[in-house]
């Protein structure tokens, strides 16, 4: 049987953020099964180069692409939108990867048939905040590439080596403090990511150093299959070690920013340190590996494709009138957005440029107190 035609959209493809993995393993996995995946984003680099090195199809111009897929697999809503406007005859799925991003707001569209959140936070983004009916929302956790993030050798009774692995790791952010409670308590400590200056291409092939990594979402489930400890921590904030007692519940919210609770402090940090068990670090890890897979969230997904092409091929007629009106509004509140973030740009520069001019020698105190009366 001839594979699906998928034409997955992403807000850029030149970096190594979480949703960009995502896209790169689901293309290259969709395409490992037998089917056709296309990656869209106006936003190319070494990434795109990586994927296109796969002989996954890269586009940053949908009229590339000469034949309409089965399927638009949206990921950002104005790519998702972008698609849903230039192949007026495919039904997508739109997956919403994360609570606060702008781009991960949800667009409404007719042809938008399911919506797939990737843990309950984003679920609850989808039906509680964005009206979306529950019952076309579908959870699919994240996972991991068992094949390739394999197990460490065990554990020592006591830490040695600790791990920060996380794009926004700096001295401005959380890295302060666990430096500070990595001294506390004797740990050594690395970095990795991009803000650090230090991009792993394959974490899987350092992870396994590590005996404690201080990481969320993807990076902790990548930790926790090789074998580590994890303290959940991030620049939203701290979260606790995950334990065997607590990992379905913090599964469930994908390891992120539900779960960084605490105060990003050195003693808080040095508590979670504390909590070490080497034992339940590898009860925790095994767990992983039997739930968290690669090959049983690829079914997943595919079947949710399954689903949506084949209501789409029996839906009743459809509603060009409504396809219209859904445009005209996602346009409308575009419209608005960026006119809000125009407003605050400018706001922002005419405060500087105020404080500027008013703290200014040569301006007199005559002149400071006609401006201060002006701007009040």
């Known amino acids: 049987?001839?594979?699906?035609?998928?034409?997955?959209?992403?807000?850029?493809?030149?970096?190594?953020?979480?949703?960009?993995l995502y896209v790169c393993e689901l293309a290259t996995n969709l395409l490992r099964r037998g089917h056709n995946p296309i990656v869209y984003s106006p936003q190319l680099g070494h990434t795109a180069r990586e994927l296109r090195a796969t002989t996954v199809p890269v586009v940053d111009n949908l009229d590339a692409i000469g034949s309409a897929p089965d399927l638009i697999h949206g990921q950002h809503h104005v790519e998702t939108m972008s698609a849903l406007l230039r192949f007026p005859n495919t039904p997508a799925v739109f997956f919403c990867h994360g609570w606060?991003?702008?781009?991960?707001?949800?667009?409404?569209h007719p042809r938008i048939l399911r919506y797939v959140a990737v843990d309950d936070t984003c679920l609850d983004r989808l039906v509680s905040e964005s009206g979306i009916p529950e019952e076309r929302v579908s959870v699919?956790?994240?996972?991991?590439?068992?094949?390739?993030?394999?197990?460490?050798?065990?554990?020592?009774?006591?830490?040695?080596?600790?791990?920060?692995?996380?794009?926004?790791?700096?001295?401005?952010?959380?890295?302060?403090?666990?430096?500070?409670?990595?001294?506390?308590?004797?740990?050594?400590l690395d970095v990795i990511g991009a803000d650090a200056g230090n991009i792993a291409a394959r974490p899987q092939d350092v992870l396994g150093q590590y005996d404690i990594v201080f990481a969320k979402a993807r990076c902790a489930l990548e930790a926790m299959a090789i074998g580590s400890a994890v303290v959940l921590c991030d620049i939203k904030g701290a979260g606790p070690m995950v334990t065997s007692s607590e990992l379905e519940r913090l599964r469930r919210l994908n390891?992120?920013?539900?779960?960084?609770?605490?105060?990003?402090?050195?003693?808080?940090l040095a508590t979670q340190i504390g909590r070490y068990d080497a034992n339940d670090a590898a009860t925790v890890s095994q767990r992983i590996r039997d739930t968290a897979g690669r090959g049983a969230a690829?079914?997943?997904?595919?079947t949710v494709y399954e689903e949506v092409i084949d209501e789409f091929a029996s839906g009743s007629e459809r509603e060009p009138d409504a396809e219209a009106r859904a445009e005209a509004a996602y346009l409308r509140d575009l419209n608005r957005h960026y006119e809000s973030e125009r407003e605050s740009i400018l706001t922002?520069?005419?405060?500087?440029?105020?404080?500027?001019?008013?703290?200014?020698?040569?301006?007199?105190?005559?002149?400071?107190?006609?401006?201060?009366?002006?701007w009040r």
Do not use: Y
């Open 348 to 374: 922002s520069r005419t405060f500087v440029w105020r404080k500027r001019m008013l703290n200014l020698p040569v301006v007199g105190p005559v002149l400071r107190s006609v401006a201060r009366r002006f």
């Open 140 to 188: 699919i956790l994240n996972s991991v590439d068992l094949e390739q993030f394999l197990p460490r050798a065990p554990l020592p009774a006591k830490p040695a080596r600790a791990l920060v692995f996380s794009n926004g790791a700096k001295e401005t952010t959380h890295l302060g403090a666990v430096r500070e409670a990595c001294r506390r308590t004797g740990l050594s």
């Open 1 to 20: 049987m001839r594979g699906l035609r998928i034409l997955i959209t992403n807000h850029f493809l030149r970096g190594r953020t979480g949703s960009e």
């Open 100 to 108: 606060l991003p702008w781009e991960e707001t949800p667009p409404k």
């Open 298 to 302: 690829i079914d997943q997904i595919v």
């Open 255 to 268: 390891f992120g920013i539900r779960t960084l609770r605490d105060e990003i402090d050195p003693g808080v």
